[in-house]
């Protein structure tokens, strides 16, 4: 069964500062990887999927890595904002195309 | 993207009342749909899958006749939590697949049991 873990479990930094989440999951046979962002009480936003036969995924100011090896993945946002306060949650994608998350990263933004 | 709601997005209810929750995809027809339920601080875990017009497939350890799962469209699925006790207080989160490899998820509905 597919475990994932996230760490660390909640991460509080200064604005501006950059921030690097990390996500390893045990089996490493997966389809691909998904990080999402979640505000309280709220749904699920993709922010970035990448493929099993990728490194790395970027959009704007997230830059998402892949060691599929290794069983890691790592979410860098640079120049952290307020408005990037909330829960990260990695998701790796097994073959029959479930998905298994980890418990998430709540990120504090201080101004 | 594709938007998914969810109705109710709170309810507060008596414990031994059933509670009805709605999933729509509204732009898109989704032939697969999901649920999750979240806890405080911990990860989504998939409850069931359910297809349009079939019995919905349900995660060992879920009991389905206490979460019951409708398909009955191509945009409507539905969640009944019945006989709802304190301990089925949670976040539950529906996600409606538009190809094998892209979901999209729900705003969630807060269920709280008294």
């Known amino acids: 069964k597919q475990e994932v873990t996230q760490i660390p479990a909640a991460l509080s930094v200064p604005e501006g500062e950059n921030l690097v989440l990390n996500c390893s999951f045990t089996d490493s046979a997966i389809y691909n990887l998904q990080w999402f962002r979640q505000d309280p009480g709220k749904g699920l936003t993709s922010l970035l999927l990448?493929?099993?036969?990728?490194r790395e995924q970027t959009s704007g100011r997230l830059n998402a890595s892949l060691d599929k090896s290794s069983g890691r993945s790592t979410l860098y946002i640079a120049a952290s904002q307020p408005g990037d306060s909330a829960t990260y949650l990695c998701?790796?994608?097994?073959?029959?195309?479930?998905?298994?998350f980890g418990a998430g990263t709540t990120v504090t933004v201080r101004a | 993207g594709a938007v998914v709601s969810q109705h109710p997005s709170r309810v507060i209810c008596k414990s031994g009342t059933s509670v009805k929750i709605e999933c729509r995809s509204l732009d898109f027809q989704a032939t697969t749909m999901f649920w999750y339920r979240q806890f405080p601080k911990q990860s989504l875990m998939l409850m069931a899958t359910s297809n349009e017009g079939s019995k919905a497939t349900y995660e060992q350890g879920v009991e389905k006749d206490k979460f019951l799962i409708n398909h009955a469209s191509l945009t409507l699925s539905t969640l009944t939590v019945t006989s709802a006790h304190p301990e089925d207080s949670s976040f539950y989160i529906c996600?409606?697949?538009?190809?094998?490899?892209?979901?999209?998820f729900g705003p969630g509905t807060r269920l709280t049991v008294l």
């Open positions: 996600s409606a697949r538009t190809s094998r490899i892209e979901q999209f």
């Open positions: 990448i493929q099993s036969s990728q």
């Open positions: 998701a790796v994608r097994q073959n029959d195309y479930k998905l298994s």
